[in-house]
């Protein structure tokens, strides 16, 4: 089974970028597309990003697009999410899941706190 594990997360103010980790390891499949989620207090878990295992294909939530940017190093078994000007309703918990035979997302992370103070 591939285990992911997030990391990048952290406190930081309104206008700042800040870069996520999403590393596979364990019985990585052969191929896999996985998605970057993210979750507020008080709110249900949403899709944020995703990208196809080829790195051809993606898609943002429409509040992402023009300021994340997803990406994928298949060498290192590692995608990335690049955020920019970040906004305090950008505060999360944000998760990685990979997409492994099916037509879900089978497999999460533990999660990486991203907070964005005014």
């Known amino acids: 089974q591939v285990q992911l594990v997030e990391s990048g997360g952290g406190l930081v103010q309104s206008g700042v970028s800040l870069s996520l980790s999403c590393s596979a390891s364990g019985r990585t499949p052969s191929s896999y597309d996985i998605g970057w989620f993210r979750q507020a207090p008080g709110k249900d878990r949403e899709f944020v990003a995703s990208?196809?295992?080829?790195?051809?294909?993606?898609n943002y939530k429409d509040s992402a697009k023009g300021r994340f940017t997803i990406s994928r190093d298949k060498a290192k078994n590692t995608v990335y999410l690049q955020m920019n000007s970040l906004e305090p309703k950008d505060t999360a918990v944000y998760y990685c899941?990979?997409?492994?035979?099916?037509?879900?997302?089978?497999?999460w992370g533990q999660g990486t706190q991203v907070t964005v103070s005014s």
């Open positions: 899941a990979a997409r492994v035979g099916g037509a879900l997302y089978n497999v």
């Open positions: 990208i196809s295992w080829s790195g051809s294909s993606t």
